[in-house]
């Protein structure tokens, strides 16, 4: 499965947009099934912007799922949570023909500033 930048994107939306309770949070993202969901998740986690857990598996289906957002989770949101500047930034690394990560995101923000 390859790594989609925009489903991150709405993953971490979606867990910022949930009250913090400790709990494990369901998170669906319309257009996407819940493999790739799962699957992002992971990868967030991997990448610290987020607390997530492995439930198990449903259908053969490993889960994995979110609690909260970390601080590098919620530093990555305040460049990217706005529409129209990710669309931007996206427009950029398009015609730059540069790959679009959180990390190529920040380094734009901070040598724009």
């Given at each position: 499965m390859k790594r989609d930048l925009e489903l991150a994107r709405k993953v971490l939306l979606e867990v910022e947009k949930q009250t913090y309770t400790g709990e494990l949070l369901d998170i669906v993202v319309d257009g996407y099934t819940p493999e790739e969901v799962a699957y992002h998740i992971l990868l967030l986690s991997d990448g610290e912007y987020l607390v997530a857990d492995y439930i198990g598996g449903v259908d053969a289906v490993p889960l994995w799922l979110p609690s909260r957002l970390t601080w590098k989770g919620f530093?990555?949101?305040?460049?990217?949570?706005?529409d129209k500047q990710w669309a931007d930034?996206?427009?950029?690394?398009?015609?730059?023909?540069?790959?679009?990560?959180?990390?190529?995101?920040?380094?734009?923000?901070?040598?724009t500033s």
């Amino acid at each position: 499965m390859k790594r989609d930048l925009e489903l991150a994107r709405k993953v971490l939306l979606e867990v910022e947009k949930q009250t913090y309770t400790g709990e494990l949070l369901d998170i669906v993202v319309d257009g996407y099934t819940p493999e790739e969901v799962a699957y992002h998740i992971l990868l967030l986690s991997d990448g610290e912007y987020l607390v997530a857990d492995y439930i198990g598996g449903v259908d053969a289906v490993p889960l994995w799922l979110p609690s909260r957002l970390t601080w590098k989770g919620f530093d990555a949101l305040d460049l990217i949570r706005d529409d129209k500047q990710w669309a931007d930034l996206v427009h950029t690394a398009e015609s730059l023909k540069i790959p679009l990560t959180f990390d190529t995101v920040a380094y734009r923000q901070v040598s724009t500033s």
